[in-house]
């Protein structure tokens, strides 16, 4: 048994002990990092049968996660191992194709999928009780307004609509499964709300250009539960939740949670920090940059800190607003809406 004065005494040259061998290691300060892993790239390209040419533009989803790149795109930060890649053609009448690749990092790896016209359609007549309204189809807007008729590929297909100044009334959003040569009609509903920053408020539509050029809005996510975070890439706590956001994006996709990061502009950053973050943090959420159509939309929404996180929900009323989260914070908070 040690007394209680021994027993210091041996802790004390335990301390001795292990800060003799510390200071064993020092000369030349030598620190070894570990060394990255090397990156691999993914080339993802399509071609249609129907129109006999490569496929522009057509949504990439690899295990089920949407990307920002689109076809004809090069894919990085890929982890070794079994993949599903799955292609959105831009065409509402073009089927949905999937295959699966294995990818071994640091190779470059050609993925190429075909697509063509469904030759039996379907045909799909829509109409909102508060006409006209925009239609989104899988999350995109085909540029016309309710009533529409549309022809889909067979399939499921996600409607959801939008008018300014209205949210999107109980379902929020309508699935619907269409056969070949079959021919539907949904009633989408939509109720008036008062436009606003603060919780409770139906939150204002901006339409903004990704760093990769294409365009996102805030009404296109209608039927999903939405964070729209505005950050600056020069803001260490922005960088340091983004990763943390992008495990609850990645785990929760599926569930219809969708994440939008705006640029606050603060800081005056461009392509290259877009390019940094994107890449150096694995970050395949949309990136935005802050004006478009002579909007600014950190002043549309009031920010004047940043990060500023909302969380919108299905409908595209406003729920919650707040500062700097992390993993577990925002899981909660997602769960608490999904």
């Known amino acids: ?17 292990i800060v003799s061998a510390c200071f064993s290691i020092l000369p030349g300060c030598e620190i070894v990092e570990s060394e ?5 790239l993914i080339s993802v390209t399509a071609f249609d049968t129907t129109l006999n040419e490569n496929l522009s533009d ?8 949407l990307r920002q790149e689109k ?16 292609l959105r053609p831009p065409y509402l009448d073009y089927p949905i194709v999937e295959t ?27 109409e909102t009780n508060n006409d006209p309204a925009r239609v989104y189809v899988n999350q995109n807007f085909n540029f016309q307004n309710t009533p529409v008729v549309l022809s889909l590929a067979p399939g499921e297909h996600q409607l959801a609509a939008f008018r300014s100044g209205c949210l999107s009334d109980a379902p929020s959003i309508s699935l619907v499964q269409i056969r070949a040569d079959d021919s539907l009609s949904v009633l989408l509903k939509l109720k008036q709300a008062n436009t606003g920053t603060s919780p409770g408020d139906l939150a204002p539509d901006v339409c903004l250009f990704s760093d990769l050029g294409d365009s996102c809005s805030i009404a ?39 994440v939008l990061v705006i640029n606050v502009g603060w800081w005056n950053e461009g392509p290259e920090e877009f390019e940094i973050v994107r890449n150096e943090l694995g970050i395949s959420m949309p990136l935005m940059y802050p004006d478009a159509n002579g909007i600014n939309a950190p002043n549309l929404y009031e920010v004047i800190a940043a990060p500023t996180n909302i969380l919108v929900d299905r409908s595209g009323i406003i729920r919650q607003r707040f500062g700097v ?11 608490s809406m999904i």
Do not use: W
């Open 58 to 65: 057509a949504e990439i989803l690899i295990d089920g996660i």
């Open 71 to 86: 076809t004809p795109a090069q894919i990085a930060g890929i982890k070794e191992g079994e993949h599903s890649i799955t």
């Open 325 to 335: 989260t992390t993993y577990e914070d925002l899981k909660s908070r997602v769960e």
């Open 220 to 258: 296109q996510y209608r039927g999903c539960v939405l964070l729209v975070n505005f950050a600056g890439f020069s803001c260490d706590p922005c960088i340091g939740e983004l990763p943390q956001i992008q495990n609850v994006y990645d785990e929760y996709f599926n569930d219809g949670f969708r």
């Open 1 to 17: 048994m040690i007394s209680p004065g021994r027993n210091n005494y041996v802790n004390i040259l335990l301390i001795l002990i």
């Open 36 to 40: 990255k892993s090397s990156q691999g």
């Open 100 to 126: 699966h690749f294995r990818f071994s990092p640091p190779e470059t790896l050609d993925v190429s999928l075909t697509v063509g016209r469904s030759l039996q359609p379907g045909l799909l007549y829509i």
